[in-house]
């Protein structure tokens, strides 16, 4: 396992924000995850797990705890009647995990490409994008609990997936670390009619190429146009969830001319629209950028400090519910001080020994 201490959170996340982590605790094997956990718990510090930092955000006071990131690597295949199981420890990287699947000819996954982010994390809100979720093929993942301190394999219909949820973000959400995740593909090829926007791009190039390997490029070409590079731009890409509604709040919202997707996964109304209509769309609210090509998507131009952030998201948040009456939701996750240690262990820095 590697210790770090005293890691500016910003230098973590893709957001680039946050103060001090206390702890950050790197594990390169199964047995190093109770021994992190547990020095957590003697001490009394709260835990946080880490993947990537592409969908979480640091807070400027820091965090009095630990961090603790999955660094296993590796993925195990099993042959199946129709193709793989991919076995894929939580620390590879899950655009890599698409890349192996795709030269493979697996489907199932191309449509998430490019989604930044370890594939610990893939399963905790169940990332998705056009069209296919993580859910769609996964069967199991290996956890580490930290209420009893055992090793677990927990299967889909433990996970309770929904839009942008699991068991892991909301009933049993920080109880488990999740080690490995588990996937069953197919050999073939994603089913048409595509999602919309992978339709029109194919329509206007011409395309006939819809192998895995064929829609992982597509998508690669639509997010690019689309959506920041988080090593180039400051992003946690879409910081708003879409607004999804019941059959009866579809109608009316219908009725008021709000434009209502009605998709496999339910009515939504994508909350970019909302952020146009309010005129926010393309603008600098406290050095964070709302994107001119995804309004959903803010980018950390030249935020000085979280605060920054937390001021542009009131007056987004604020103008769209005077206007419409819906609340956005946020879709990262914030990295917060819930509990203060008792016990600082001593510490070394420049100013000696602390005790
Ligand atoms: C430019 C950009 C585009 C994006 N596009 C999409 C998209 O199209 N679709 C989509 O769904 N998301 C998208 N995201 C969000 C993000 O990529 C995903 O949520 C991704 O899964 C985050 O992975 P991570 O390793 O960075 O997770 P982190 O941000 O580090 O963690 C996210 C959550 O998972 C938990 N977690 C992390 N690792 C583990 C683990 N091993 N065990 C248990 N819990 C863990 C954390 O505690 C936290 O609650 C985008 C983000 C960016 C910056």
């Known amino acids: 396992m590697r210790v770090n201490e005293n890691i500016l959170i910003s230098s973590l996340t893709t957001m680039r924000l946050g103060g001090l982590a206390r702890y950050v605790l790197e594990i390169e094997k199964p047995k190093d995850i109770p021994d992190a956990f547990g020095f957590a718990k003697q001490y009394n510090f709260p835990t946080f797990i880490l993947g990537y930092g592409a969908n979480t955000i640091g807070r400027d006071e820091g965090f009095n705890g630990v961090i603790i990131i999955n660094r296993m690597k590796g993925i195990t295949e099993e042959k199946t009647e129709t193709g793989f199981k991919l076995k894929i420890m939580g620390g590879e990287y899950w655009d890599n995990v698409v890349a192996h699947a795709c030269e493979k000819h697996l489907t199932g996954i191309e449509a998430l490409s490019k989604i930044p982010g370890l ?80 339709e029109k791009y194919i329509s206007e190039n011409n395309l006939t190429d819809f192998s895995p390997a064929g829609i992982r490029q597509i998508v690669s070409k639509i997010r690019a146009e689309k959506l920041p590079d988080p090593t180039e731009k400051a992003s946690s890409g879409s910081f708003f969830k879409n607004v999804y509604l019941t059959d009866s709040e579809a109608e009316k919202a219908e009725e008021k001319g709000y434009p209502v997707h009605r998709g496999k996964d339910g009515n939504k109304i994508n909350a970019g629209w909302f952020i146009e209509q309010v005129g926010f769309k393309g603008q600098l609210l406290h050095g964070i950028r709302v994107s001119d090509k995804a309004a959903l998507v803010l980018i950390n131009e030249s935020a000085k400090s979280y605060n920054d952030l937390k001021k542009a998201r009131a007056e987004i948040v604020g103008k769209v519910y005077d206007k419409f009456g819906y609340w956005l939701e946020q879709e990262p996750v914030e990295i917060v001080n819930t509990m203060s240690a008792t016990y600082i262990p001593p510490i070394s820095n420049k100013y000696g020994t602390l005790e």
């Open 119 to 198: 594939t610990g994390a893939a399963p905790v809100q169940n990332i998705g994008a056009y069209g296919q979720e993580v859910a769609d093929t996964l069967e199991s993942i290996e956890v580490f609990d930290t209420t009893d301190y055992t090793f677990k394999t927990l299967t889909k219909s433990d996970l309770n997936f929904s839009y942008r949820k699991s068991l892991l973000n909301t009933t049993a959400k920080n109880r488990y670390f999740v080690i490995s995740v588990t996937l069953n593909l197919s050999v073939g090829e994603m089913k048409r009619p595509f999602y919309n926007s992978i």
